[in-house]
Structure formats: C-alpha cells, structure tokens
Nanobody, 126 residues
C-alpha cells in the first residue's frame, strides 16, 4: 500500500501552465498504475489521465488531450501532470490515485484505484 500526496496546485490565468506532483511513500510504488482525477463541487470525480507502472500512457480524457501530459519518475516515487493552456473549465480539485489495473479499459474509472491523495486545488481565472 502507498500513501499519496499531491502538490503544485494554485491560481493561474487562462493560457498559463501548472505542473502537479503526486509523491508516494511505500517501497512498492513502482508496481502501481497511477491516475489523475479532478472534481468540482457537486460533481463526481472525473478522469483526467493515467499512466501504467511501466510508464505507458493510457488514453487521456478528451477535454485535456493535447494540453496535459502525465509522466512518472519511479526513482523519485513521483507522478507528474503537466497542464498547459489552462482554461477556466479546468478549475477543480485534482487528485492522484494508485491502483493495480487488469485492463487499459479500467483506467478511467475511480473504483479501480484503492489509494488516493488529499487533493490539490487548481483555479484558472478568465
């Protein structure tokens, strides 16, 4: 089991960039698939991006394709989410999650991830 801590959120303007980090504690982090989800008040968590234990990117959410990039550094036990060309619609709390996926088709679904961080707020002003 791993513990996850997100960082890097903040307030930016439309078109600017942020890089979120998800730092993990636990010796077995390298075996986990890791995803980013976001959530706004009154809505369920929505999938953003995911990466396999071997650094293969799963398909991104349509809303972030071409703008966001997920990556990981297993030597640092950290997963990143580079967010470019941010839009007000990207405003949300961003969570990272770790799980052991049996299929690529499971990647967008929160129920397949057993460990979650506390989240980091991203606010994009217009």
């Amino acid at each position: 089991q791993v513990q996850l801590v997100e960082s890097g959120g903040g307030l930016v303007r439309t078109g600017e960039s942020l890089r979120l980090s998800c730092a993990a504690s636990g010796r077995t982090f390298g075996i986990y698939d890791v995803a980013w989800f976001h959530q706004t008040p009154g809505k369920e968590r929505e999938f953003v991006a995911a990466i396999s234990a071997t650094s293969r990117n799963y398909p991104y959410a349509d809303s972030v394709k071409g703008r966001f990039t997920i990556s990981r550094d297993n030597a640092k036990d950290t997963v990143y989410l580079q967010m470019n060309s941010l839009e007000p619609e990207d405003t949300a709390v961003y969570y990272c999650a770790a799980g052991l996926l049996n299929s690529e088709s499971h990647a967008p679904f929160a129920r397949y991830y057993g460990q979650w961080g506390q989240g980091t707020q991203v606010t994009v002003s217009s």
